[in-house]
């Protein structure tokens, strides 16, 4: 199993866990496990194509799937999956 880690604006959809055990032989396999368990997390992960959402970076032991595999990265047991939401926005004062 992996190790994922919720961001805090996830944290309310996994009963307040930062970390939570989940298997699957990659990283969509993972992140569907995930959903699997805590089903409000489905819209927030991925879109209606089944596609990780745009806003959405994931983490495998501090590499970014998207240079590696994507969602099809392999994944071990004691890996460590990261959810990070993208950051957007702000504003200049005037």
Known sequence: MATVRI????????????????????VGEV??????EFP?????????DGELNRYVNVYL???DVRVLD??????KDGDSVVILPAMAGGACAA
């Open 40 to 48: 409000d997390t489905q819209s927030q992960l991925f879109g209606e």
């Open 7 to 26: 961001p805090p604006v996830l944290r309310p959809k996994t009963g307040g866990q930062a970390e939570v055990e989940a298997a699957g032989g990659d």
């Open 70 to 75: 994507g969602l099809g990265t392999a994944v």
């Open 61 to 63: 032991n501090d590499e």
């Open 31 to 36: 992140l569907r496990s995930l959903t699997g």
